[in-house]
C-alpha cells in the first residue's frame, strides 16, 4: 500500500455515478476487485445492492463489522419540459445555494453518460429583489441542449434518472485532491486497502465484516440490512467528515483538520460511540505511532447511527477522513489522511495493543 495505489482507486471510485438508490456501477467494480484478487472468504451483493463480505479470523465469535457507504448525493429527474429542459429533485443533502450555473452529468437508463447545466431565470432578467432571494430548486431546470421531450425520451432520459454535479479529479499541492462523492468514496478506498492489507497478516483473531452499503444518504438503509445480516460484536463506520478549518471559523466550532490523520467521532447526532471501541482505537494508534485526531461533537450522522442499534446493540464507533467542502461538487483531501486511516483500521483489527 502506497500514496499512489490509494489515489489511482480514489480517482476511479470518484468518478462513478452512484446517487443513492443506483449504486450499482461502484458496487461492481468493488466486487470486481474483490474477486480479482482473492481478497475475502465470501463476499456477495444483497437484495438492496450492499456488497457484503467476510474475512475470517482465527476466532469467528468476535466478528468487526466495517461499514463504508457507496451512495453518494445527487438529483433524479422529476419532470420533463415539451421544449427539452429536465426539472430535478435533490437525492440527499445539497447546499442549494451552490447549485445555479453547475455543470452536471446524468445517466441515462442505458448507462451513457450527458452533460447538462442547472439553469434559473437569468441575472439580466431578475429585478433586485429577486436577486437578494435564495433561489429554490423548483424554479431552477436542467439544460442537456435538447430541444423536445421526445428527444429527451429517445436517448433514455426519464423521470428517476438520475446523476451528479460534474467534477473530474484534480491533483493539488501537498498530497491534496480534489473531486467528488470522497463521501464515502473514501471509505469503499479504505475498507479495499484495508483487505489488501490484511491478505499479507498470517493470523489475527477477530473475523472482519465487511458493508459496501447503499443509501446512507437518505437515511443509513443499506447499513440496516447489512448489519442485522452479518451479526457483528463491534463496529466501525467509515466515513469522511468536514474539515472546516478555513478562514472565518471559530477554532472551538472546527471539527477536524485537514493532514492531522483519522478522526475518530465521540459523538454525532446519531450515535454516542462506544467508549471501549474507542480505547481500542487509541491505545492501537498510539502503540504503532498513527496521528489521530478526536472529532468535535455533535456535528453529523452516519451508518454507525444504524449499526449500534442493530438487533441486541452492537458497540460502534466512526473513524473519519478529513474532506473540506463535504456535499459540493468539488470535496479537498489529503491522500496520506487516507492512508493513515487504513493503518488505524488494520491496527484496530490486530489489535496488538490488546484492548
Ligand atoms: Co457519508
Known amino acids: ?30 466486487m470486481e476487485i474483490i474477486e480479482k484478487e482473492a481478497l475475502a472468504d465470501k463476499a456477495w451483493i444483497d437484495s438492496l445492492g450492499n456488497v457484503l463480505a467476510i474475512k475470517k479470523g482465527s476466532n469467528e465469535k468476535d466478528r468487526i463489522l466495517l461499514d463504508a457507504h457507496t451512495d453518494e448525493i445527487g438529483f433524479m429527474i422529476s419532470h ?4 427539452g429542459f429536465l426539472r430535478f429533485v435533490p437525492v440527499g443533502g445539497w447546499d442549494t445555494r451552490i447549485l445555479p450555473g453547475q455543470a452536471v452529468v446524468i445517466r441515462s437508463k442505458t448507462g451513457k453518460i450527458y452533460h447538462g447545466i442547472i439553469g434559473s431565470k437569468p441575472p439580466h432578467l431578475t429585478t433586485i ?37 460534474f467534477s473530474p479529479f484534480v491533483d493539488f499541492p501537498n498530497n491534496m485532491i480534489r473531486g467528488k462523492a470522497f463521501d464515502d468514496r473514501t471509505g469503499v478506498n479504505v ?27 437518505i437515511g443509513g438503509r443499506g447499513a440496516i440490512t447489512g448489519a442485522y445480516n ?22 472551538a466550532e472546527i471539527p477536524v483538520y485537514i493532514g492531522r ?15 471501549k471501541v ?10 504503532n505511532k498513527i496521528p489521530y485526531q478526536f472529532k468535535k461533537p455533535i456535528y453529523g450522522g452516519t451508518d454507525a447511527g444504524k449499526i449500534h442499534i442493530s438487533r441486541e446493540g452492537v458497540p460502534s464507533s466512526v473513524v473519519s477522513v478529513p474532506c473540506r467542502y463535504i456535499h459540493s461538487p468539488t470535496s479537498l483531501l489529503n491522500l496520506d489522511d487516507i492512508l493513515k486511516t487504513v493503518m488505524l483500521v488494520k491496527a484496530f483489527i490486530v489489535n496488538s495493543a490488546k484492548v
Request: glycine residues 6%; without cysteine; negative net charge.
Open 230 to 251: 452479518l451479526k457483528p460484536t463491534l463496529a466501525l463506520a467509515i466515513e469522511n467528515t468536514t474539515a472546516a478549518d478555513v478562514p472565518g471559523i471559530n477554532e
Open 129 to 165: 429583489e429577486e436577486r437578494q432571494k435564495l433561489i429554490e430548486i423548483p424554479e431552477m431546470y436542467i439544460d442537456v441542449g435538447m430541444s423536445s421531450v421526445e428527444e429527451v425520451s429517445n436517448n433514455n432520459i426519464s423521470i428517476g434518472v438520475v446523476g451528479t454535479l
Open 1 to 30: 500500500m502506497d500514496l499512489k495505489s490509494i489515489r489511482s482507486l480514489q480517482e476511479e471510485l470518484s468518478n462513478l455515478i452512484g446517487v443513492s438508490g443506483y449504486e450499482g456501477d461502484v458496487s461492481s467494480l468493488i
Open 261 to 275: 490523520g483519522p478522526a475518530i467521532t465521540i459523538a454525532d447526532k446519531s450515535i454516542i460511540t462506544s467508549p
Open 278 to 287: 474507542n480505547e481500542r482505537l487509541v491505545k492501537n494508534a498510539e502503540l
Open 80 to 83: 420533463i419540459e415539451n421544449n
Open 191 to 217: 475498507l479495499i486497502h484495508t483487505l489488501r492489507l490484511l491478505k499479507e497478516v498470517s493470523s489475527f483473531n477477530d473475523t472482519v465484516l465487511f458493508n459496501f452499503a447503499v443509501q446512507e444518504e
